[in-house]
């Protein structure tokens, strides 16, 4: 590369839980900049959490977050006219940040009536292991085993 890295930029907690995680979550969920309203369904998200499981709803949270970060992840490489997925280690920012697409993602697929709802519903059946979003973390892991012979084809 011939410029330097970009400065990492600092990213203020929320004021609700004053967690740095809730506020890239929520930045991640944000649609045409409408942060307050993503803030909002969020927060109403973990109420409905709380009511469901009786527990501290961001714990909760985390570990639903916890339970759909993937650990590897598949790249395509192309050796000699053959392309093969090469299984390999994702770097912590992107992992979390991999889990966080994934559990909005699914969220919006939910047939619940409100946002709050369908990303309560997501968390907490990503709580329990369960859920598409789990889903798509099981079947991730599956194909890098399933390709573990070609990992020493690594970049």
Same mark, same amino acid.
């Given at each position: 590369?011939?410029?330097s890295?970009?400065k990492?930029?600092?990213?203020?907690?929320?004021?609700k839980?004053?967690?740095?995680?809730?506020t890239?979550?929520?930045n991640?969920?944000?649609?045409?900049?409408?942060?307050s309203?993503?803030?909002?369904?969020?927060?109403?998200a973990?109420?409905?959490?709380a009511e469901?499981?009786?527990?501290?709803p961001?714990?909760?949270?985390?570990k639903?977050?916890?339970?759909?970060?993937?650990?590897?992840?598949?790249k395509?490489?192309?050796?000699?006219?053959?392309?093969?997925?090469?299984?390999?280690?994702i770097?912590p920012?992107?992992?979390? *940040?991999?889990?966080?697409?994934?559990?909005?993602? /699914?969220? #919006? !697929?939910?047939?619940?009536?409100t $946002? =709050?709802?369908?990303?309560?519903?997501?968390?907490? *059946?990503?709580?329990?292991?369960?859920?598409?979003? /789990?889903? #798509? !973390?099981?079947?991730?892991?599956? $194909? =890098?085993?399933?390709?573990?012979?070609?990992?020493?084809?690594?970049?």
């Amino acid at each position: 590369m011939r410029k330097s890295k970009p400065k990492k930029r600092i990213i203020l907690p929320d004021p609700k839980y004053n967690d740095v995680l809730v506020t890239k979550f929520v930045n991640n969920m944000m649609l045409a900049g409408k942060k307050s309203i993503a803030f909002a369904a969020f927060y109403n998200a973990m109420d409905i959490v709380a009511e469901k499981t009786k527990e501290d709803p961001i714990e909760t949270w985390k570990k639903a977050l916890e339970n759909v970060t993937p650990k590897v992840e598949v790249k395509s490489r192309r050796i000699g006219g053959a392309t093969f997925q090469i299984p390999s280690e994702i770097r912590p920012s992107r992992k979390m *940040s991999i889990g966080m697409k994934a559990l909005i993602k /699914f969220a #919006r !697929k939910r047939h619940e009536k409100t $946002m =709050a709802e369908k990303l309560a519903g997501e968390i907490v *059946s990503a709580h329990k292991e369960e859920g598409a979003a /789990f889903k #798509r !973390k099981e079947e991730t892991h599956r $194909m =890098a085993d399933a390709n573990k012979a070609f990992s020493h084809f690594r970049f």
